[in-house]
């Protein structure tokens, strides 16, 4: 199994070091062809404007809108779940608008009200401590967008069918538990592809 991050900006080596850690191959994904050579995508924490601009730059955002549409699975973390948002609060622009939340961006603060807290996730037995950093919270969901994890009310981790998000950095932790649900959706779908073929 191959699990690409998107490597233009942001925390990118942290994710290949914790994909690693599972004995999977990561790889940075420098070039929109390599989006055919992994079987899973993380678009990784920074800044979601300048990521978003890079994107565009380069020429990602039709192969990758393209790699969700053959419904292989997307993790955005914090910058990436604004990415992959539909709807930003406050703001009449989207940038990939894959996934059907709105999405309030620095909502818990900027840099300096960064913060750990012990969540109850979905789909994980015992707290995961998570780390916020200028963090975004999910304002809205569609009815069909499963949420996986709240912190003070908000919405901070959610899944729609092959694509996943959460506000906090899981790469930044010795614990892989969050991955490994990503590591398991990607699982699901070669098991539907080799039933497919």
């Known amino acids: 199994m191959k699990i690409g991050v998107l490597g233009l900006q942001g925390a990118v080596d942290e994710h290949i070091k914790q994909i690693n850690t599972l004995g999977l191959e990561g790889i940075t994904v420098k070039q929109p062809e390599q989006l055919q050579e992994i079987d899973g995508l993380i678009l990784p924490g920074g800044e979601s404007t300048t990521i978003s601009k890079l994107i565009n730059h380069y020429g990602f955002a039709d ?35 894959l996934m059907d939340i709105c999405v309030k961006r620095n909502a818990f603060g900027r840099q300096r009200d960064s913060f750990e807290a012990k969540l109850d996730v979905k789909g994980i037995a015992d707290p995961f401590t998570a780390v916020f950093i200028r963090a975004p919270y999910v304002e809205n ?39 490994e649900l990503f590591v398991q959706m990607v699982t699901e779908n070669q098991v539907k592809e080799l039933i497919i073929s």
Do not use: W
């Not at 053959?70 to 990415?83: E, Y």
């Not at 901070?156 to 991955?179: C, M």
């Open 63 to 97: 192969p990758i809108k393209e790699f969700a549409k053959s419904k292989k699975p997307i993790f955005g973390t914090c910058a990436g779940m604004v990415l992959l948002a539909k709807e930003l609060s406050a703001s009449e622009e989207s940038h990939l608008g």
């Open 141 to 179: 969901a569609e009815a069909h967008v499963e949420v996986l994890a709240t912190y003070n009310e908000h919405i901070v981790a959610a899944r729609q069918e092959h694509l996943l998000v959460s506000s906090f950095h899981p790469e930044l932790t010795g614990d892989t538990r969050f991955l």
